[in-house]
């Protein structure tokens, strides 16, 4: 079982920028890749940014050069980097990890409101 801890939301105006890290706990060995989804109001999750164990990454089309994923191995954590934020961009953001049993593990989401 792997437990996930996001912190770092908040709110900021538009143009602003916040940083999100995900702390990863319990079998951490066999965590794989690591990501970013959020949840606005009405909507369905969505993808924001993945990455691999070997620190390949993968970005929505929507945030692609404004956002930037990272993680800690040494510290099991991982980090989301958001820059030019926009009201669009407010949501519930989750932090998901898949370790290499092909299992999910969710964090509890941590609210980001950008306002205009």
């Known amino acids: 079982q792997v437990q996930l801890v996001e912190s770092g939301g908040g709110l900021v105006q538009a143009g602003g920028s916040l940083r999100l890290s995900c702390a990863a706990s319990?079998?951490?060995?066999?965590?794989?890749?690591m990501g970013w989804y959020r949840q606005a109001p009405g909507k369905q999750r969505e993808l924001v940014a993945v990455?691999?164990?070997?620190?390949?990454?993968r970005y929505a089309e929507s945030v692609k050069g404004r956002f930037t994923i990272s993680r800690d191995n040494t510290k099991n954590t991982v980090f989301l980097q958001m820059y030019s934020l926009k009201p669009e961009d407010t949501a519930v953001y989750y932090c998901k990890c898949s370790d290499t049993f092909y299992r999910d593990y969710w964090g509890q989401g941590t609210q980001v409101t950008v306002s205009s």
């Open positions: 319990g079998s951490i060995f066999t965590i794989n890749t």
């Open positions: 990455i691999t164990g070997g620190g390949s990454t």
